[in-house]
């Protein structure tokens, strides 16, 4: 990205998403915290039924009301740390 079209643009940081706890998607969640350490953002967003569903009908993830509402209050958090890091 700086050098083909923002040579001002920084990484804030790096988002894991469809995380499973099984042994061998955590040595990848290792790799990636060994290769980017502090940028890793929390939380990492588990891979769950309700974002396909919600995917899959083109609706938004409150539709399917307390079945969604921990993996919404992720989003949020994520989507917080982004905001406020974009704007400093």
Do not use: C, Y
């Not at 940081?13 to 998607?25: I, P, S, Y």
């Not at 790799?31 to 083109?58: C, T, Y």
């Amino acid at each position: 990205m700086q050098e083909n079209l923002n040579e001002d643009i920084e990484l804030l940081g790096v988002v894991v998403n469809k995380q499973k706890k099984r042994a061998d998607q955590m040595h990848w969640i290792e790799k990636i915290n060994a290769n980017f350490g502090d940028l890793v953002l929390e939380p990492m967003l588990q891979d769950r039924e309700v974002f396909a569903k919600a995917q899959a009908a083109s609706k938004p993830l409150r539709a399917w009301g307390s079945e969604a509402a921990p993996h919404r209050a992720d989003l949020v958090q994520l989507a917080t740390i982004i905001w406020k890091g974009a704007e400093s």
